[in-house]
């Protein structure tokens, strides 16, 4: 049973270009989270989704981020126009169960994507 | 106030000790709470999950919940250099998974 996977695990775009991130969630999973973190920072919530449906989104910046979970493939994290600003380590988690549904609400993390804009 | 707070550190402790690591939390609707290990340039890695008051172990570590409270914490026995790493404590609100900054350990020889 794999575990969460994450493509690509480096990605280096210049200014201006889009950035996108893949994100498989664990065999039976239907929930997915993504983050942002900075070096020595912690994790920083950016959206919640379900399959075909954005449940959370109140971490995403309004502007140039976008993120889908098409109910086949992989998760897509977008980011057009990138800056400097956004480079940091994106990872996202996966889980069989909404926050609100008790137990075994438990995420696992894939290896992340480290996104370098120059 | 931050929905999941935790002390930066680091905590220094010695080989062989007990390392305590606390954590509040604001939303009281909370239900499930989480303890990740995350090793410098790594992903988290999740350690030890509890959903109801008290104590659960798991081998050298123990997890508190107090909902009354509203505190976690996790506890390390014999403590060791391997176990060096942030430490984030997590979450569940009505609609995500909320993480603390961290809490950075230390295990000196």
């Known amino acids: 049973n794999a575990g969460v996977m994450q493509n690509p695990r480096h990605l280096v775009r210049r200014r201006g270009q889009e950035a996108r991130l893949r994100c498989s969630p664990m065999?039976?999973?239907?929930?997915v989270y993504w983050y942002r973190q900075l070096p020595e920072e912690g994790l920083k919530f950016m959206v919640y989704l379900q399959k075909e449906n954005i449940i959370d989104e109140s971490g995403m910046p309004k502007e140039r981020f976008s993120a889908e979970f098409p109910k086949e493939g992989p998760s897509i994290l977008r980011i057009q126009q990138v800056v400097r600003g956004d480079s940091a380590a994106y990872f996202c988690a996966s889980s069989p169960y909404s926050p609100n549904q008790g137990l075994n609400t438990e995420a696992f993390f894939g290896q992340g994507t480290r996104l370098t804009v120059v | 106030q931050k929905e999941v707070e935790q002390n930066s550190g680091p905590l220094s402790v010695p080989e062989g000790a007990i390392a305590s690591l606390n954590c509040t939390y604001s939303?009281?609707?909370?239900?499930?709470f989480f303890w990740y290990r995350q090793y410098s340039g790594k992903s988290p890695e999740l350690i030890m999950s509890?959903?109801?008051?008290g104590d659960k172990e798991d081998g050298r570590f123990t997890a508190q919940l107090n909902k009354a409270s509203q505190y976690v914490s996790l506890l390390i026995r014999d403590s060791q250099p391997s176990d060096s790493a942030t430490y984030l404590c997590?979450?569940?609100?009505?609609?995500?998974?909320?993480f603390g900054t961290g809490t950075r350990l230390q295990v000196t020889l």
């Open positions: 997590a979450g569940t609100g009505a609609s995500k998974l909320t």
């Open positions: 065999k039976g999973h239907s929930h």
């Open positions: 509890i959903y109801s008051n």
């Open positions: 939303d009281r609707g909370s239900q499930s």
